[in-house]
């Protein structure tokens, strides 16, 4: 059964900071891309970043440019999402999915982790 668990939410203040990591496991890691959606309350989910190794890819939702950097770690089957200067509009529940053809446009990816909540004070 495949499964993604997500750790390394919390809650913090605007301006600080929080890596988030998504831990795959039974599917050949490096034929996935894998991306970090978040949906805040009242909200629709929006991809926020992506990566592929097959592809050497990273993609990242343009409010999140320049703030937050998405790396893996081929060998632990495990990908981190670093956010750095945190805003409370990022405040939500943060997913990571995986798919072989994933795109942060669609929410469409075959799998899904259950979530970790962020919280962003201001």
């Known amino acids: 059964e495949v499964q993604l668990v997500e750790s390394g939410g919390g809650l913090v203040q605007a301006g600080g900071s929080l890596r988030l990591s998504c831990v795959v496991s039974?599917?050949?890691?490096?034929?996935?891309?894998v991306g970090w959606f978040r949906q805040a309350p009242g909200k629709g989910r929006e991809g926020v970043s992506c990566?592929?190794?097959?592809?050497?890819?990273?993609y990242y939702l343009n409010s999140v440019k320049g703030r937050f950097t998405i790396s893996n770690d081929n060998t632990q089957s495990t990908v981190y999402l670093q956010m750095n200067n945190l805003k409370p509009e990022d405040t939500g529940i943060y997913y990571c999915?995986?798919?072989?053809?994933?795109?942060?446009?669609?929410?469409?990816?075959?799998?899904w982790g259950q979530g970790t909540q962020v919280t962003v004070s201001s």
């Open positions: 999915a995986a798919d072989k053809f994933g795109w942060l446009g669609s929410s469409s990816w075959s799998y």
């Open positions: 039974e599917i050949t890691f490096d034929e996935y891309a």
């Open positions: 990566i592929s190794s097959k592809f050497g890819t990273k």
